[in-house]
């Protein structure tokens, strides 16, 4: 089914160690986004990328990195994880233009650091 | 600055109950979307309804319906005879023009229907 994967979708972390959040889509997507959700707070945007070798910084920024090596794929990376980093991260796509035709949510990943 | 405020946090109602959940955005754009999420307790975001900032029309479909009102800035959700599998956090999003698609939440509101 055409879509967004993320892997993994459940991951605990040690304090300092690192990991990578891979999100794939197979819709030709232009657009890519990292979104985490904390209770209380929505949805908050950590990265996006409007096109293969392209990444901007979102709202929450600090503490991650993103890679757009192919435009299927958008990894996540946390160099040193932190307990703050305890959150469910959620992947998307959509294609770009004027008109906001709307998006593709992975089914998230949830992620904790102890 | 763009901004998107649910203000009921939580919401309790009995079965067959009607509900409102409340959306009020802030945007200096004229052109502008706004969405509805729905993230039953599985944890996946539900696609509910996209609206540009162009159309008023208020929509229906079956029990859910929404209001856009531009002069007050909101986009309310309604729930008619809401049932215990309506229980769920519910999101309210706003995408401005020119931003490459950029979803702002608000902070959702969680329902709870009760048998």
């Known amino acids: 089914n055409a879509g967004v994967t993320q892997t993994p979708k459940f991951r605990v972390l040690k304090t300092g160690q690192s990991m990578t959040l891979l999100c794939a889509q197979d819709?030709?997507?232009?657009?890519m986004y990292w979104y985490r959700q904390d209770p209380g707070m929505g949805l908050r945007l950590i990265h996006y990328?409007?096109?293969?070798?392209?990444?901007a910084k979102g709202e929450v920024p600090d503490g991650y990195n993103v890679s757009r090596l192919k435009k299927q794929n958008f990894l996540l990376g946390l160099e040193s994880a932190a307990p703050s980093q305890t959150s469910v991260y959620f992947c998307?796509?959509?294609?770009?233009?004027?008109?906001?035709?709307?998006?593709?949510f992975g089914s998230g990943t949830r992620l904790t650091v102890v | 600055a763009q901004k998107v405020t649910q203000a009921q946090t939580e919401i309790s109602v009995v079965e067959k109950e009607d509900v409102t959940l409340d959306c009020v955005y802030e945007?200096?754009?004229?052109?502008?979307?706004l969405f509805w999420y729905k993230q039953p307790p599985s944890g996946e975001l539900v696609f509910l309804i996209r609206?540009?900032?162009?159309?008023?029309q208020n929509e229906i479909s079956g029990r859910y319906s929404w209001n856009f009102q531009k002069s007050t800035s909101s986009f309310n959700f309604t729930i008619t005879a809401s049932q215990v599998v309506d229980s769920a956090v519910y999101f309210c999003?706003?995408?401005?023009?020119?931003?490459?698609?950029?979803?702002?939440f608000g902070a959702g509101t969680r329902l709870a229907v009760h048998p």
């Open positions: 998307a796509s959509s294609p770009p233009g004027t008109v906001n035709y709307g998006y593709t």
């Open positions: 819709m030709n997507h232009e657009y």
């Open positions: 990328s409007v096109g293969e070798g392209t990444t």
């Open positions: 945007t200096r754009d004229t052109t502008y979307y």
């Open positions: 609206r540009n900032s162009f159309d008023e």
């Open positions: 999003a706003l995408s401005a023009s020119g931003g490459y698609n950029k979803l702002i």
